[in-house]
Nanobody, 120 residues
Framework: QVQLVESGGGLVQPGGSLRLSCAAS????????MGWYRQAPGKQRELVAT???????GYADFVKGRFTISRDNAKNTVYLQMNNLKPEDTAVYYC??????????????WGQGTQVTVSS
């Protein structure tokens, strides 16, 4: 029922930019938190950024000053603007949402992942 659809990944040179999008759908949703994780080969999945429905944001130290998370509550969509990308940013980026469909218990949902590759 609930789906998180991601887009915007791709190949970019070091110093370049990408903008990721993630839209949640599946009826009426009460969204508490949306955000992004990433997982590089051989590494654990790590939190990148979060945003609440009120607009409060949080960032991992390794992206502060480079990435910006934002949202459009009317569209149930979260964005991640990624600037000054580095090779170590290469990973699969996963959108997540902590939400409750109408009449159901709050739970965590995940997008399908989108590949970000930073290489010259």
């Amino acid at each position: 029922q609930v789906q998180l659809v991601e887009s915007g990944g791709g190949l970019v040179q070091p110093g370049g930019s990408l903008r990721l999008s993630c839209a949640a759908s599946g009826g009426i949703l009460t969204i508490y938190v949306m955000g992004w994780y990433r997982q590089a080969p051989g590494k654990q999945r790590e939190l990148v950024a979060t945003i609440t429905s009120d607009g409060n944001t949080g960032y991992a130290d390794f992206v502060k000053g480079r990435f910006t998370i934002s949202r459009d509550n009317a569209k149930n969509t979260v964005y991640l603007q990624m600037n000054n990308l580095k090779p170590e940013d290469t990973a699969v980026y996963y959108c997540y949402a902590y939400l409750a469909p109408v009449g159901k218990r709050v739970d965590t949902y995940w997008g399908q992942g989108t590949q970000v590759t930073v290489s010259s």
